[in-house]
Nanobody, 115 residues
């Protein structure tokens, strides 16, 4: 029932910036997150934000990426700065409430950082 519609993504040069958005249907979720998956690699969590604005980041993106949310729009964002080639992946958003993550994902947004 949850709909997650992602937008953004594209091709940028190393050092460039990109902003991803994920609009969720209906409810406010206690947790919203961004994951990514590169070819041949396991999907990994990139950043998580609570409904109260508490954030956590993967070590690989700390200081470069910022996750935020607009609860009025039920939308989560990922501002990606100082992009590196290793950031190249398909990015997915995910949501959850207290006690569980929902088995729903955004459709996936390709981010390519050229070298």
């Amino acid at each position: 029932q949850v709909q997650l519609v992602e937008s953004g993504g594209g091709l940028v040069q190393p050092g460039g910036s990109l902003r991803l958005s994920c609009a969720a249907s209906g409810n406010i979720f206690s947790l919203m997150a961004w994951y990514r998956q590169a070819p041949g690699k396991q999907r990994e969590v990139v950043a998580v934000i609570t409904s109260g604005g508490i954030t956590n980041y993967a070590d690989s993106v700390k200081g470069r990426f910022t996750i935020s949310r607009d609860n009025a729009k039920n939308t989560v964002y990922l501002q990606m700065n100082s992009l590196k080639p290793e950031d190249t992946a398909v990015y997915y958003c995910r949501v959850g409430n207290t006690g569980r993550w929902y088995d729903y994902w955004g459709q996936g947004i390709q981010v390519n950082v050229s070298s």
